[in-house]
T-cell receptor
């Protein structure tokens, strides 16, 4: 069945290490997104991609990097330059070609950096 | 600069009554607005949306109202049910396919 998968559900890393979060979708959506949620906060846009090999910075891109080599995949790397990496990370995808489409979200990855 | 704002962090209503959740936006380029429902440690799920060419969209117990001149939208849930208790996010998108979210409102429906 179609959907968005994020793995793992929980991820632990030591400070100073880069870590890559996985996001895969089989919905054939062109657009994919990464958000970060902190406790009691809303979803803040990190990066988004409208098409393969293209992506744009969101509101809080510093300390993060992405790639979009395949339509199905949009991995997010949290680099050691990110000052407060511990958060709940959500990936989403969306059909394009018109703007009246909602996003579908994955289950999220909770990253803890100590 | 937060482009989508939900100024009420929480709302509590009695079962059977109306819940009204509010959202304001600042970017006049937004032309598509959505409401999502979210439970802890899960991804948001889509509830209802409205395009800028409309001022109202209804789906069962859920109605979204859009006031473009005021850059304001609201979600009405009537009648409210205990199962509606969750965090509700307002989101807005422009023609560049970005999507910005508000901070969320935690709705509690008391039996």
């Amino acid at each position: 069945d179609g959907g968005i998968t994020q793995s793992p559900k929980y991820l632990f890393r030591k400070e100073g290490q880069n870590v890559t979060l996985s996001c895969e979708q089989n919905l054939n959506h062109d657009a994919m997104y990464w958000y970060r949620q902190d406790p009691g906060q809303g979803l803040r846009l990190i990066y988004y991609s409208q098409i393969v090999n293209d992506f744009q910075k969101g509101d809080i891109a510093e300390g993060y990097s992405v790639s979009r080599e395949k339509k199905e995949s949009f991995p997010l790397t949290v680099t050691s330059a990110q000052k407060n990496p511990t958060a709940f990370y959500l990936c989403a995808s969306r059909e394009t070609g018109g703007f009246l489409y909602e996003q579908y979200f994955g289950p999220g990855t909770r990253l803890t950096v100590t | 600069d937060q482009q989508v704002k939900q100024n009420s962090p929480s709302l509590s209503v009695q079962e059977g009554r109306i819940s009204i959740l509010n959202c304001d936006y600042t970017n006049s380029m937004f032309d598509y607005f959505l409401w999502y429902k979210k439970y802890p440690a899960e991804g948001p799920t889509f509830l209802i949306s409205i395009s800028s060419i409309k001022d109202k969209n209804e789906d069962g117990r859920f109605t979204v109202f859009l006031n473009k001149s005021a850059k304001h939208l609201s979600l009405h849930i009537v009648p409210s049910q205990p199962g509606d208790s969750a965090v509700y996010f307002c989101a807005a998108s422009g023609n560049n396919n970005d999507m910005r979210f508000g901070a969320g409102t935690r709705l509690t429906v008391k039996p």
